[in-house]
Every structure is written in structure tokens, then in C-alpha cells.
């Protein structure tokens, strides 16, 4: 049973298990298990994506103290309360789930798929795919759902133009959206509806709106009346003299205050429709999440969230909609990520700047990508350069380098046994622990947890490749403990490669593609520097590391020859040799 259970929860550190498998009284948290005491004697070393740990992973005071949290009920066991920012309270508030033993809900606005999918995609939902790791990090269920708005205004013009059927370009779209997604390394949320799948729920709940004189009918469009929701603008804080018809709304004179906005929309020529009480039509815009929210979810949940540019219309909208057809309708906790700019500009196809996820990814490694958008906090706005996303592509091959090297070693010695690690060892790793908790709980600080693992990583390098390192007592054994540590850092952050060494191949050569040169040039390039060193030609050898440094190509001499690794392009002036003796 101990074995069986010790594999659930390495299976859930990678990611790899269904959210909804296991009854809690079932359940040992991930943070538990991975407590921070002395490791025994039996202790292994992880292999990719993961292995169970071994039934006696854990010292005797290990399972003592897991025993009294455990007679404590839930919240003893989740020692660091996690806080989270509440967009409608303008605050941070202490995360209380409806139901502390059971499932958190948790709803996502998804994307209209008429086009390519951008970096304000990406940034809003890696931030949220964090959220849903970390809130399984801390032995919570989760009910993730996120939609696809597949009936939409730009669909139907951009399909008009394309001369293709609109859902047909949805389908398209969409499926290279969770293509992207897969690369970014997000789970697949528990649910992924679609509005054309859910016309019933949206026609039913637009039937309870309008029962309940929150809704008006105009020539087979149905309407929102503001004026008859004495709490609109309560989510924005705008006040509705200050509100206008958002966007993707037409102004219409016949609407009986400017900001009501459609529920539902009278058929056009040429566009799709299905029946309804009011005649043949469409959903409007906002209703489709308020509807399938409720539907999977229920009028009252945990986790609302999307961009910031979504709180108005869309969230103001879906409140003032979902209360007016349930009056007991609530939602906890409205999360919002930051803009993306892009050099400083707001990213707009208007300004010529928008940047798809898929060109970024034709250059850099995708887990580049989302090291960078970690790179700052998910509530910030964030700026897109080439220059930080080259620094964030350097960082993640030095963390994987790392981690590989650690991996062959463990691998090709033998480690000695014993009850306990070095004191120092144990004091990294639960630095490591407490920085990471503590930043992720306080409002999901990645960029801090992301901080909290240079350390490790460091005195990783020291333990692999100094003197006096590789004679450090229990060398092997405080090597495999550390990066069994910052392996779940990575995984909780998704950024947990399935191969340290497949991820570094694929480095390397979008590294090389960014620079238009191969391999077989730059090693070309080696030999020719190694002949100059030999000749004493040192200028000519210099000149060799600054041409290759300058596109990105740093050489690296050691005791068995010069080799090469990626890294941020580099100046003639800021060009280097790293020595790794």
C-alpha cells in the first residue's frame, strides 16, 4: 500500500496523473511526502518523468511527523496557507475553496479561435496552468475548465474572407491552440467546452434572465438591462454613466441604455443560427461562459479568471448575467493576469507587433518561453524583448545542464548508504522548500521560486566539477536529494522537461538556427581556434570566441578540449571564454 501510494504522488509531482482519481481520504499531499527531513539509507534517485519512491523514503522522525499532521485534518497538513489576489476585492485574500475536503472549481475564459494564437495567450494561460499545479500541489482537487468560444463575430468575418465554413476555421484554430498549449507544457484543463455544443444551456439560462425582468427582447435580439442590476460595475469599479457598449457589441439605438449589452443575436444572412424562443440566432459574446460555467461547475464556484483586459465588459457582464438568472450565483475569488508588451509597446496587430506562439516557439525552445513569462510576476505587466527571452533560453540550459549532469553521475557511481545527508545538504534543501512554498503562496511569486533554485543549482555544479566538491562526504547521495528538490520546483512551475538530455539537443539547435550557422561549422570553428591557441596566434583566437559569442555560440574550454553551448548573444566587448576547471 505504502508503495502504491508513494507512486501516486511522484506521478502527480510530473503531472502525469487524472485529476479526479482518488477518494482524500485516499490521498497523502504531495507537500508531505516530499517534507524535508533526513533521507535514510534506501534513498533513490528519481529517474524522468518519475519513479516511485521507495516504501522506505522516509525517516522514522519523518513518519512520526507525518503522522501527527495527518491526525490533524487537512488544514494542519497544508502548513502555508495559500494567498491569492482577488480582483473584485482588491486584495489578497486567504484561499478558502468552498468545500476544504473536496473539489476546487475553477473557470478560465478561453480563446475566440479565428487566428493564430499570440504571447497574451501564452501569458495567461501558463499563469493559470500554475495555479492549477500548485493548487494539486497542495493535495487539492481541481475542476479546471476552460472554453472555447467557437461562434463569434471575428470567426464568422475572418472565415468569410478565407471562403471557408466558420466552424470549420474554429476546429483549425482551436486545434493549433492546444498545440500550443502542449508545447508550453500546460495540462489539459478537466473540461474544454465549446459554445456550439452548448446552445440548451445558453437559450435556458437567457429564458431565466428574462423571467427575471433582467432582459428585454428587440426584434429577435435579447438584451441585458443594466438599469435592472443595481450591482453592475462592481467587479471594474466603473460606474455605469461611465460605461460604454464593449467590444465585439455594435451600438444599437434601440437598446434602452447604452450599456446593455446582447444575449442573444437575431440571425444574419449567411451566418450560423439555431433555434430559440425568440427566433432563429446566435449567442451573444459574454452569456456562453456565464452558461457553461454554471454547467460544469454550478451557479457558485472557487475560481473565476483571464486576462485583465476581460474584467470589462466580459466579467462585469458575466456576474450582472449569472445573477440575474440565480440570484444565489457567487464566485470566490476573480483572478486576473497583466498586459504584454512587446519593446515597450502595447502588442497589437494594429502597431504591427503581434507575435504568435508559434513563431517564437520556430526559434527558441517553448519551455524558453514560458521560463520567461515566469520570469515575472503573473499580475505585472510583462515585456516581451528578444533580449530577455535569450536570457531566460540561457538559464534553462544551465538548469538542465545541470540536472543531466547530476543524473549521469548518480547514475554511473555507486552512492554510499546512511541514515542522513550532510547538515549543509539539508540546509539547502529546505531553503529551497521554504522559499518556494512561501513565494508560491503568497500570490504565486514565480519569479522568487524561480530565484530560490540558483543555489542549489550552484552547489550542484561545485559537488560535479570542483576539487573540492567532488570530495565532499556523501557526495552522490546530497547530489540526487537536491535535484529531487528543485525537480518539483520545476514540475509545480511547469518546466519539467520529460529528458534533461532531449531538452537539451533541442536547445541547442534552435540555438544554432538563431545563429544560421551548424554544428559542423562551429565545431569547424573550435578546431581552427585550438590550432590558432597552439600557434600562439592569441588574437586570431580571440577573435573566433567573438564571432561565435556574438551570435550566441558560447565555447567552453576544459581539461578534455573545448566544447560549445548556447547563450545570450553577446557583444564584442562582453564576449567570454567559461572555463569549467
Not at 521560486?449 to 562526504?473: F, Y
Not at 592569441?538 to 550566441?552: N, P, Q, T
Request: with cysteine; net charge negative; charged share 25%.
Amino acid at each position: 500500500m505504502a508503495a502504491a501510494v508513494a507512486a501516486v504522488v511522484a506521478r502527480r509531482a510530473a503531472g502525469l496523473l487524472p485529476l479526479l482519481s482518488s477518494p482524500s481520504s485516499a490521498r497523502i499531499p504531495l507537500r508531505r511526502a516530499l517534507s524535508l527531513t533526513p533521507l535514510p539509507r534506501s534513498y533513490r534517485l528519481l529517474s524522468h518523468p518519475a519513479r516511485p519512491f521507495s516504501s522506505s523514503a522516509f525517516s522514522a522522525s519523518a513518519s512520526a511527523s507525518a503522522s501527527a499532521s495527518a491526525s490533524n485534518g487537512v488544514a494542519a497538513e497544508r502548513a502555508r496557507e495559500l494567498h491569492l489576489y482577488n480582483t473584485k476585492s482588491r486584495k489578497k485574500e486567504h484561499f478558502r475553496p468552498r468545500a476544504p475536503d473536496g473539489e476546487v472549481g475553477m473557470y478560465v475564459c478561453g480563446v475566440t479561435p479565428y487566428d493564430d494564437s499570440h504571447i497574451g495567450h501564452a501569458r495567461a494561460y501558463v499563469a493559470f496552468d500554475v495555479l492549477y499545479r500548485y493548487l494539486r500541489y497542495l493535495d487539492y482537487e481541481v475542476r479546471y475548465v476552460r472554453n472555447f468560444t467557437d461562434i463569434d463575430d471575428k470567426i464568422i468575418a475572418r472565415a468569410n474572407q478565407l471562403g471557408e465554413d466558420p466552424f470549420s476555421l474554429s476546429k483549425r484554430f482551436s486545434d493549433d491552440f492546444l498545440s500550443d498549449m502542449a508545447n508550453l507544457q500546460c495540462l489539459p484543463p478537466s473540461v474544454e467546452p465549446r459554445v456550439s455544443d452548448h446552445i440548451d444551456q445558453i437559450v435556458n439560462m437567457i429564458k431565466q434572465i428574462l423571467d427575471n425582468n433582467c432582459a428585454y427582447v428587440v426584434g429577435g435580439d435579447v438584451y441585458f438591462s443594466v438599469d435592472n442590476f443595481p450591482e453592475y460595475g462592481e467587479l471594474s469599479g466603473r460606474k455605469l454613466d461611465d460605461n460604454r457598449a464593449g467590444e465585439r457589441v455594435a451600438v444599437d439605438e434601440r437598446k434602452r441604455n447604452p450599456a446593455d449589452f446582447a444575449l442573444w443575436k437575431a440571425a444574419k444572412d449567411g451566418e450560423p443560427w439555431w433555434d430559440s424562443p425568440w427566433g432563429p440566432g446566435r449567442p451573444g459574446w459574454h452569456i456562453e461562459c456565464s452558461a457553461m460555467s454554471a454547467h460544469y461547475l454550478g451557479h457558485s464556484f472557487d475560481i473565476h479568471g483571464g486576462g485583465e483586459d476581460l474584467i470589462f465588459p466580459h466579467h462585469e457582464n458575466e456576474i450582472a448575467q449569472s445573477r440575474a438568472a440565480c440570484c444565489d450565483s457567487s464566485i470566490n475569488y476573480w483572478i486576473h493576469n497583466g498586459f504584454v508588451n512587446v519593446n515597450s509597446q502595447k502588442m497589437s496587430k494594429s502597431l504591427g507587433n503581434f507575435i504568435t506562439i508559434r513563431k517564437v516557439i520556430e526559434m527558441y525552445h517553448p519551455l524558453a518561453l514560458r521560463m520567461f513569462l515566469l520570469g515575472t510576476h503573473y499580475r505585472s505587466p510583462i515585456n516581451y524583448t528578444i533580449e530577455q527571452l535569450n536570457v531566460a533560453s540561457d538559464r534553462l540550459y544551465y538548469t538542465y545542464q545541470t540536472l543531466h549532469d547530476c543524473e549521469e553521475s548518480c547514475q554511473q557511481q555507486e552512492k554510499n548508504s546512511g541514515d542522513s545527508l550532510p547538515a549543509n545538504t539539508l540546509n539547502y534543501i529546505e531553503k529551497l522548500h521554504d522559499e518556494f512554498e512561501t513565494s508560491m503562496s503568497d500570490d504565486l511569486h514565480t519569479s522568487v521560486a524561480l530565484a530560490a533554485i540558483s543555489e542549489p543549482l550552484k552547489v550542484m555544479n561545485d559537488l560535479l566539477h570542483t576539487r573540492k566538491g567532488k570530495k565532499q562526504e556523501k557526495r552522490l547521495e546530497s547530489l540526487a536529494a537536491l535535484e529531487e528538490k528543485i525537480k518539483v520546483v520545476l514540475s509545480v512551475l511547469g518546466l519539467l522537461p520529460s529528458s534533461y538530455h532531449e531538452a537539451l539537443l533541442q536547445l541547442r539547435e534552435k540555438a544554432l538556427r538563431r545563429a544560421s550557422i551548424t554544428e559542423e561549422h562551429v565545431l569547424q570553428k573550435i578546431e581552427e581556434r585550438t590550432a590558432a591557441r597552439k600557434a600562439k596566434q592569441y588574437e586570431k583566437s580571440d577573435e573566433i570566441r567573438k564571432e561565435l559569442a556574438a551570435v550566441g555560440i558560447a565555447l567552453m574550454d576544459g581539461p578534455d578540449g573545448t566544447t560549445w553551448r548556447p547563450s545570450a548573444p553577446l557583444s564584442e566587448e562582453e564576449g567570454v571564454v567559461v572555463k569549467t576547471t
